[in-house]
């Protein structure tokens, strides 16, 4: 089977409108925050991280990827109320690299999407745990199984919620 490669000029690159650009994040912020008061099992998904993969793939820009990343997750600190800039970084870092990723791969599919959710989300509590306990010393104890479901819960969530969000693309 031989390997194909896919040229700049092939690679379908999407913009989206102002209020779905600002929109789509606040939303997704105010439900990760105010949702799992009335449904603690939502505390699983990272809505904020998936909205930001979803851009972050479609726009196929590191520079917006980065600064995507960086403004959903300070927001995302300042409403968990912790301190600030363990998500911002953890999703600065998620946002340039899918960005970079979606150049090379084609993350149009489901099981494409699937398995990228699983890897960025991975790399996100990597990141996150990371700093929480190397930087601001937070006494976090990960569970490596718990982690391993909420990776595949929210791969599986991802899925969903991009072939919804797919409408609001438009080409450059």
Aim: glycine share 8%; proline share 5%.
């Amino acid at each position: 089977m031989p390997i194909t490669y896919t040229s700049q000029e092939q690679i379908e690159v999407y913009r989206f409108s102002l209020p779905v650009t600002f929109g789509l994040p606040l939303i997704a912020l105010a439900a990760q925050h105010f949702l799992p008061l009335w449904f603690p099992f939502f505390n699983i998904f990272d809505l904020p991280l998936l909205v930001l993969i979803f851009f972050a793939v479609a726009r196929r820009s590191p520079v917006a990827g980065l600064v995507t990343g960086a403004v959903i997750g300070v927001l995302q600190d300042a409403l968990a109320g912790g301190y600030l800039g363990v998500y911002g970084l953890a999703k600065t870092v998620v946002g340039y690299a899918a960005s970079s990723l979606g150049v090379k791969l084609d993350v149009e599919n489901a099981g494409s999407r699937f398995l990228v959710t699983i890897f960025f989300y991975v790399v996100h509590q990597f990141i996150y745990f990371s700093v929480a306990r190397g930087m601001v010393r937070l006494n976090l104890h990960p569970n490596g199984l718990h982690e391993l479901g909420a990776a595949l819960a929210n791969a599986a969530l991802a899925v969903a919620l991009f072939a919804g969000l797919d409408r609001f693309k438009q080409r450059t």
